[in-house]
Structures are given as C-alpha cells and as structure tokens.
C-alpha cells in the first residue's frame, strides 16, 4: 500500500519535457555594466607600476597594513595608520 501511495505521489510531482519551457539564459544571468567595458584586467596593476617610486612605497606598505588588519576582528585605526605611513613618507 505505501510503496503503491509512493509511486503516485512521485508520477504526481513529474513533469512532461513538453511542460517545461526553456529560459533564456540572459534573464538569469546579472547585467552587465557597459561603463568601461573595454578595460582589460591587465590594466588594475598600472597606477601601481607606473607611480613613482616614493608614492610606490606608501602604496605597498597601506597594502601591507589592510592586508595584516583584514584578520583582525575588528580592526581598528587603520585611518591612523595609513596617515602615519604617509607623514613617514614626507618627512
């Protein structure tokens, strides 16, 4: 009785290949920005490379410092931080 009550429960949930309309795939896929849509990836790393070398440094070493505090729980006076990189660097 029950495998008997299983199966038309399954043959009631089935759907015919007919039933089942085919989604364009571009309404479930996210839009797309067209702002900058020709930049390549390559270009992400050029501000960096193309800095001079003193604004290279504050670069990396503000890098270095989210890098280190991205751990933490709560991280706290990164702005700080940052500005004494900064004055480390002008002075």
Known sequence: MT????????????YEDSAIA????????EKRSGYHA?????DVQ?????A?????QIIEQVLELE???LYMKSPRYISDDILKIIKEAII
């Open 3 to 14: 495998e008997n009550l299983n199966e038309n429960l399954i043959m009631a949930f089935r």
């Open 22 to 29: 085919p989604v364009p795939i571009a309404i479930l896929a």
């Open 38 to 42: 020709d930049k390549d990836l390559s």
């Open 46 to 50: 050029q501000p960096i490379t193309s």
């Open 52 to 56: 001079p070398p003193e604004v290279r």
């Open 67 to 69: 890098k280190d505090k």
